[in-house]
């Protein structure tokens, strides 16, 4: 079975700062990997993903994400956050070629201060 | 287009009593899928539907749970004799496959208040 850490659960930042949120995966075998963005008020949408290729993703709204199969991490990152970002993020796993769901991350709530 | 419609948004009911949570996915979406979202436990999967085969049924909470997809459209998931700690928000989430290779989109879920 999968498992997703999130290592920070509140992130608290000023509008233009950078943001990485820190995602590590536990599973044997080859996975996809996703990020999903809540915004207060609305449903889980996907920032971006990664199954196979460049490991270096870009999602929507200037999102970056990084998988780095040594370190099972799949980072996501914005050089300058704006304070419509403030939302909750989550970082998901999937066997590749499975047929189950997402294993998710506990989440991660950003606050982008004006 | 329509995304995931889930239904009713918001349900209130008494402990004991059963309740049934509707999903219209993405129009073409073979997979379908529900989880549950709440406070104490996060995001979890619950239950996975291609076509109308639930291959794996274990991730449902208990046996209390049960749920169905017909005409390999609309699903319900349904709680029967429902307790407090079944309270949290349902969703439900569709692909276009039904081999985890294919993004799923989510509907706004079913927020459930069991009193």
């Known amino acids: 079975a999968q498992s997703v850490s999130q290592h920070n659960h509140h992130v608290i930042l000023s509008e233009a700062a950078s943001l990485e949120l820190g995602c590590n995966y536990s599973?044997?075998?080859?996975?996809?990997l996703f990020w999903y963005v809540q915004y207060p008020g609305q449903h889980l949408q996907l920032l971006l993903k990664?199954?196979?290729?460049?490991?270096l993703v870009k999602g929507i709204k200037g999102f970056e994400a990084e998988f780095i199969k040594s370190k099972f991490s799949f980072n996501l990152r914005k050089p300058s956050v704006q304070w419509s970002d403030t939302a909750e993020y989550f970082c998901?796993?999937?066997?590749?070629?499975?047929?189950?769901?997402?294993?998710f991350g506990k989440g991660t709530h950003l606050i982008i201060q004006p | 287009g329509a995304g995931v419609s889930q239904s009713p948004s918001n349900k209130v009911t008494e402990k004991g009593k059963d309740v049934e949570l509707r999903c219209d996915p993405i129009?073409?979406?073979?997979?379908l899928y529900w989880y549950r979202q709440s406070l104490g436990q996060g995001l979890e999967f619950l239950i996975y539907?291609?076509?109308?085969?639930?291959?794996?049924k274990s991730g449902l909470p208990s046996d209390r749970f049960s749920a169905e997809r017909t005409g390999g459209s609309v699903s319900t998931l349904t709680i029967q004799r429902t307790q407090q700690e079944d309270s949290a928000v349902y969703l439900c989430?569709?692909?276009?496959?039904?081999?985890?290779?294919?993004?799923?989109?989510f509907g706004d879920g079913t927020r459930l208040s069991i009193l």
């Open positions: 539907f291609q076509g109308n085969s639930a291959p794996d």
């Open positions: 129009s073409g979406h073979t997979a």
């Open positions: 989430a569709s692909s276009s496959g039904g081999d985890g290779n294919q993004p799923q989109h």
């Open positions: 599973y044997g075998g080859t996975v996809n």
């Open positions: 998901a796993v999937n066997a590749r070629g499975g047929a189950d769901g997402l294993t």
């Open positions: 990664y199954f196979s290729g460049d490991p």
